[in-house]
């Protein structure tokens, strides 16, 4: 009798010690697939965020575009048009240097009254500030030779400039792999240097064909021959685009494109554009431009002050969870609802 009252003390105790562990287990995958439900739900509010932060900026470009003609009439600086883009947007709004209490307060009471969880930030961009590979494609020669160099001029001041960059690709052929961007877009099958243009993407591993067509995002830039390489197409990346443009726009591009307009574009030069464009606000024509610069030799780069498509990236964070949102704007179009047309849309 004993031992039946042993063992059946035994087969309790251990029954226990089994249901605890699947107590522990069980609250352990509860906790788990708690903090699953909550990273996916706060996944989702900055996916919703992040696209909110777009139409916030189509909103922005809206207004920009219906005010330029009025701006024109009335001879305003139309440096003082753009900071209606190039303000951007970001929540919860950043007290400035010289904010008040009141200020501050007034953006504690906004962060609290909307009840939007999460951060957004905002930037919108020129595409006429880049250089377009496309033009590589050109009918005219004398563009198509000057897009040539200009991007060749990217790669040569980065030799002079960056000693690491130097050691590295000194023998590189650079101008050879900006003909490969060219054939990769020309109608024709053969190379620039000669022979076929298949002769390189056919060898690889997973073999393609060259596109021999416009390129529709810069990204498509890494599947060309040389710029698998990642530095050369982050260097290249950042300075082009691929949508169609009036040329540079002078008031917006930065250093390294205003270094590759000219072979007369000096870093002193350079430096005074910059200068000059924060003091007054950019220059008004393109003839203005060129007689700041005072070259000896017009460029043939088509120069501009205008712009019409641009790039809308929307950040959004909600514990921890983050939605990056790229969006390309052509605002010489319009949506059925009046706001500027969306040619690409991409959530990373």
């Not at 969880?117 to 020669?141: C, Q, R, Y």
């Not at 990769?184 to 022979?195: F, N, V």
């Not at 030069?269 to 030799?297: S, Y």
């Amino acid at each position: 009798m004993k031992n039946h009252r042993g063992m059946a003390i035994i087969l309790v105790i251990s029954a226990i010690s089994l249901l605890a562990l699947m107590m522990v287990e069980f609250t352990f995958g509860t906790q788990i697939n708690l903090q699953i439900s909550k990273n996916f739900q706060n996944a989702v509010k900055a996916k919703a965020l992040s696209r909110s932060g777009v139409y916030f900026a189509l909103l922005e470009l809206k207004v920009y575009k219906e005010l330029k003609p009025l701006a024109q009439k009335i001879n305003l600086d139309p440096s003082m048009l753009n900071m209606i883009w190039q303000f951007g947007f970001m929540y919860p709004p950043l007290p400035s240097a010289k904010g008040t209490f009141g200020t501050e307060k007034a953006i504690q009471e906004l962060t609290k009254v909307s009840k939007i969880d999460g951060n957004i930030s905002v930037t919108i961009s020129d595409e006429s500030s880049k250089i377009n590979l496309n033009e590589l494609a050109n009918k005219n020669p004398k563009i198509k030779e000057a897009i040539q160099t200009q991007l060749l001029r990217i790669f040569e001041d980065k030799l002079q400039s960056d000693e690491a960059f130097s050691d590295q690709y000194r023998d590189t052929r650079f101008r050879e792999y900006i003909l490969n961007i060219q054939d990769w877009i020309d109608e024709d099958r053969e190379r620039s240097i000669g022979g076929d243009e298949e002769s390189y993407y056919g060898r690889l591993r997973t073999p393609y064909k060259p596109k021999n067509a416009p390129l529709d995002t810069v990204s498509e830039l890494a599947l060309i021959e040389g710029f698998d390489d990642e530095t050369l197409f982050n260097l290249l990346a950042s300075a082009v685009t691929v949508y169609p443009t009036q040329g540079i726009n002078i008031n917006s591009a930065d250093a390294i494109v205003l270094k590759s307009i000219s072979h007369e574009m000096t870093a002193e030069l350079v430096g005074k554009i910059l200068e000059h464009r924060q003091k007054m606000g950019g220059f008004k024509t393109a003839p203005e431009f060129l007689t700041f610069c005072n070259f000896t030799q017009k460029p043939e780069i088509p120069l501009t002050t205008e712009t019409s498509i641009f790039l809308v990236e929307s950040t959004a964070e909600v514990h921890g969870a983050s939605q990056t949102t790229q969006v390309i704007v052509d605002t010489t179009k319009e949506l059925p609802n009046g706001m500027p047309n969306i040619v690409y849309w991409n959530m990373n």
